[in-house]
């Protein structure tokens, strides 16, 4: 039974939970070893995984996709149409270079400069679209909502003492954990995580209400690591909002690629998160 239960963000929809629960565990465990501390074993770590909810209803199950981007709808700046994109576009473009004057469009030189800046990969327009996109379909479409939770049952057992969950990985895992109080979670370990935009936590369930304190997802520590330049963590410091024993960890995680889940499960302060709710540090 799983010690230490991961949930990923946005990207997976044509990935699959044995790939998942492969990737993550090699960062895992190199993140505990370089840090000095005992690797734990591949059967003590289990995957939610929710990737093909996101899919259409004609999508074929079995499917491999070899090159994930060619999958990606053809996406453009007017197909960021709704107030809660748009929202989350301008949030995750806040830290990056701004425009040269003259650039088409508000929209598109956000885009742009997302793009450019690298900080979410080295990933197209498109792609980055339809990140934002899968983020509002999860806030907005409760049946899909619904999808994604009931992922979690089954995985989550008795024995299980360590959460963590990357970007909106971090946000399902809080409405998970908010919706079980029963289970006897430790540590709960945000990575990169958009909880603390407004566009998020005013969706959560339950949502975060401007002067009303914040729900606790029922855990005994929690530990928000988010590195300084990464764009979808824009809000570093959780505490204020969901309470002051939030432990805020601020990393580097280098200029490029930095809300890569690998990058962030290597870190130093994820490391010993994970074991002190293992009781092994």
Sequence with gaps: MAKIVMCHGVGYTYKHREGMHSDWYRALRSGLVDTGLPPVPDADVAAVYYGNCFRTAGAKGAEVITDELAAVPNYGPMDLDTELELELLRAFAENTEREDAGAKGAVQSLLRRL???????????????????????????????????????????????????????????????????????????????????GAVSSRLRPPLVPGEEARWPGVRRWVNIAALEDPVALIKELA???????????????????????????????????????GSH
């Design 115 to 197: 793009e450019r800046s690298r900080l979410l990969g080295d990933v197209p327009a498109k792609a980055i679209i339809w990140m934002i996109k899968q983020v509002h379909r999860y806030l907005t479409e409760e049946p899909l909502r619904d999808a994604v939770l009931a992922r979690w049952e089954g995985v989550v057992t008795p024995e299980t003492r360590v959460v963590v969950g990357h970007s909106l990985g971090s946000v399902v895992a809080y409405d998970a954990l908010c919706a079980h109080p029963e289970w006897k979670i430790d540590t709960l370990i945000t990575l990169g995580s958009p909880l603390g935009l």
């Design 240 to 278: 204020p909002l969901f309470g002051k024993d939030i432990q805020d960890k601020p990393v580097r995680n280098g200029r490029f690629a930095v809300h890569s889940v690998n990058r962030y499960l290597t870190t130093e302060e994820a490391a010993k998160g994970i074991a002190d709710g293992l």
